[in-house]
Structures are given as structure tokens and as C-alpha cells.
């Protein structure tokens, strides 16, 4: 089935210790989003990719860095992860930028299960 | 600013009741509306959608109603199940600039169904 791939599921790293998380779709979507959820909070958005455009968020911190190598993966590079930035990270697709169009519902985020992580 | 919020942060419903999960936004210019479903551990998932120049919309046992006038929406759950068990997000469309649009989610809305 087509779908949104997240790994690892759990990633256990020391405070300033680099990470990095990846995201592949199969569903030949043209954009790729990076979600923070801390516990029991909304996701956040940190960035987007519209195919190789980059689109930052004005609040993500530098410490938060994106890479799209090709249009089925893209990848959250966390340069010194910090206590503050345990939490889940969510991948998630659309077909397009619009995220409405027809039917209804055809072009929202697909979300993939996320990355937990900690940071000791 | 804009916002989404939610009333509840907690809703506890009997296993065959319905459940009625709330949400308010703040920006009248709104025009398309998600709900989504978290399950522990997973991503959300969609559940309906609703635009502007309706009030309501139904699935398969949920409906989203949308009340423009007072800048509300609900999602309702019919005969809700233990699957039914998760956090709500309600998300509205932030349109940008260059035909970007953001979803901005809500605070969510954990429901325990009970047997």
C-alpha cells in the first residue's frame, strides 16, 4: 500500500549528540512537511519541501535542519539535540501546496506513524 | 492571532453513546476545515473535512458540523466504539502567499470510551 515511512519509530540519543530522522512515500506526493509534537500538544510545523523548494518555518530553530535528496525521502537533521527537543516527529505528504482541491479530502496531509525521541 | 482551540481537553463517553467533540477558531476568514484522528503512538490520521459553504457533512458514523456565525465546529461520533479511543485535532487552512496554504491544528481532545 502506498503510505508515509518513518524511521526509526524510537531514536535514543545524548544531548548534542546529531540525529538524524527519515521519511520515504510512496505516494509520488510533491510535498514533504516535518512535524514537532511534544506530549500532549498539537504538531507543529517545522519546515516544508514543494518538490526542492525549502520553506522555512519563522519560529524553527537553526538547530533544525532538512535535506530532500529526491522526490520519495526526505530527512530532519537535528545538528545538537537539546532536552527541549524530546518529542514526536511527524513526515507527512500532500499532493500539492493548495491542500484543498477536489474531491474534498483528496489532497490533505498523509502523516506517517512518526520518530520518537529522547534525548538523555 | 490566529487560532484553533478546543473546549474540552478530555471527553469520556460510555462504549454505544455518542460522543460530541467541540472546536473554535478565530480566524473568520477560515474556509476549510480538518478533523483528524491520533491514536497513541501513531500519526494522525483523516477522519472529514468541511468547507466554508457548507454546515454540515457526514462519513461513515461522523459528522462535522460548522457554524460560521459563531466561529464553531463540532465532530460528531455515532454508537462511539473502543476504536474510537484517541485525541481529536481539529485543523483549519491558513492561506499564504505564492498558493501556499499551512494547517494550523488545535490543541486536541482526548476521548475514553468506557465499556
Known amino acids: 500500500d502506498a503510505m508515509v515511512i518513518q524511521n526509526p519509530r524510537y531514536q535514543v540519543t545524548q544531548f548534542g549528540k546529531p540525529v538524524t530522522l527519515s521519511c520515504s512515500q510512496t505516494?509520488?506526493?510533491?510535498?514533504m512537511y516535518w512535524y514537532q509534537q511534544k506530549s500532549s500538544q498539537a504538531p507543529k510545523l517545522l519546515f516544508h519541501?514543494?518538490?526542492?523548494?525549502?520553506?522555512n518555518e519563522a519560529d524553527t530553530p537553526d538547530n533544525f535542519q532538512s535535506r530532500r535528496p529526491n522526490t520519495s525521502f526526505c530527512f530532519l537533521d537535528i545538528r545538537s539535540p537539546g532536552l527541549g527537543d524530546a518529542a514526536m516527529y511527524l513526515c507527512a505528504t500532500s499532493r500539492d501546496k493548495g491542500l484543498t482541491g477536489s474531491p474534498p479530502g483528496a489532497n490533505v496531509l498523509t502523516f506517517g506513524a512518526g520518530s520518537r525521541l529522547t534525548v538523555l | 492571532g490566529e487560532s484553533v482551540g478546543l473546549h474540552l481537553p478530555t471527553l469520556s463517553v460510555q462504549e454505544g453513546d455518542n460522543s460530541i467533540i467541540n472546536c473554535a477558531y478565530s480566524?473568520?476568514?477560515?474556509?476549510?476545515f480538518i478533523w483528524y484522528k491520533q491514536e497513541s503512538g501513531k500519526g494522525p490520521q483523516f477522519i472529514i473535512d468541511?468547507?466554508?459553504?457548507?454546515d454540515k457533512r457526514q462519513g461513515q458514523r461522523v459528522t462535522v458540523l460548522l457554524n460560521k456565525t459563531v466561529k464553531h465546529l463540532s465532530l460528531q461520533i455515532a454508537a462511539t466504539q473502543p476504536g474510537d479511543s484517541a485525541v481529536y485535532f481539529c485543523a483549519d487552512l491558513a492561506r499564504l502567499s505564492g498558493g501556499y496554504n499551512k494547517l494550523i491544528f488545535g490543541a486536541g481532545t482526548r476521548l475514553a470510551v468506557h465499556p
Open positions: 505516494l509520488n506526493h510533491n510535498v
Open positions: 519541501y514543494y518538490d526542492k523548494d525549502f520553506n
Open positions: 468541511i468547507r466554508s459553504n457548507m
Open positions: 480566524n473568520s476568514a477560515s474556509d476549510y
